[in-house]
């Protein structure tokens, strides 16, 4: 597994989602260490660390991978970034080590089972799914012209082109979008069921950061949070999409610096 470590203080541990990685996380991780030791992951499959054509990709997995990483650093107190499908992974950490994360920062995530999908992520996982993500690339490709309301600069998309140039590279990507449990009987919505049962249980400060254009984890699902965690702060960004930290990365850090004061 690839990680950023950088700075010292209180831990601050950033999951990013699919098709992203740590990269996704650059500008308030630079802002972060200067007060705080800031850990940003590669999922396993994906971003710089290595990427299995065996392994077992699903969320318990990463989930897992997660747990290690927290044990081989020894991080006690650990402040929670999550995004996109790094929500049910870092919520998956939180619920079965409640004493040990103390405050939580939510962006357009989800930790729940949700059917609303869209049709254009439900077609990557089809028939036709395979060669769509992992021969032609388009999940990732797309994911830097739909994720915004700002058109990313050519340097930002290459940056999370980076880590997928082949069909080899892209087993994570592709592995993420077959693991989102649409069915009552995927394997993996038992544990996604038994993360959100376990949420209320989650004591610690929650700060919610939405981006309001995002067409994939829509208002819909930013209720659901509020359902969970009635007393959270929450800020909505009307000129945000999905890729938050590329719309607003100024206001976002701001937002953040304050709740981890």
């Known amino acids: 597994m690839h990680y950023v470590d950088q700075g010292e203080g209180v831990p601050v541990l950033m999951v990013h989602g699919n098709p992203t990685w740590s990269f996704f996380y650059r500008t308030i991780a630079e802002g972060l260490s200067k007060t705080h030791r800031v850990i940003v992951p590669d999922h396993i499959g994906m971003g710089l660390s290595d990427k299995p054509q065996d392994a077992d990709y699903r969320l318990s997995f990463h989930i897992d991978n997660i747990e290690r990483l927290v044990e081989h650093l020894g991080l006690k107190d650990i402040i929670l970034i999550v995004h996109d499908w790094g929500g049910a992974i870092g919520f998956g950490y939180a619920v079965n ?65 980076l880590p997928y140039g082949s069909y080899a590279d892209r087993v994570g990507i592709y592995s993420f979008l077959k693991d989102i449990p649409t069915e009552r009987g995927h394997r993996t919505r038992p544990l996604l069921d038994s993360i959100e049962s376990r949420l209320r249980e989650v004591s610690a400060d929650v700060l919610i950061l939405w981006g309001k254009k995002d067409f994939c984890f829509s208002e819909h699902f930013l209720d659901r949070w509020k359902g969970f965690f009635p007393s959270a702060e929450t ?24 709740f981890v004061r």
């Open 97 to 161: 080590h409640l004493e040990n994360v103390a405050k939580i920062v939510v962006l357009n995530a989800s930790a729940f089972f949700d059917p609303r999908i869209p049709r254009r992520i439900r077609l990557c996982r089809g028939i036709l799914g395979e060669f769509f993500v992992r021969r032609l690339n388009l999940f990732a490709r797309a994911a830097t012209l739909m994720t915004t309301v700002t058109r990313l600069p050519k340097q930002a998309r290459q940056g999370y082109l």
């Open 235 to 258: 800020r909505l960004y009307e000129n945000a999409g999905h890729y938050i930290l590329e719309d607003v990365p100024d206001e976002a850090l701001r937002e953040i610096q304050e």
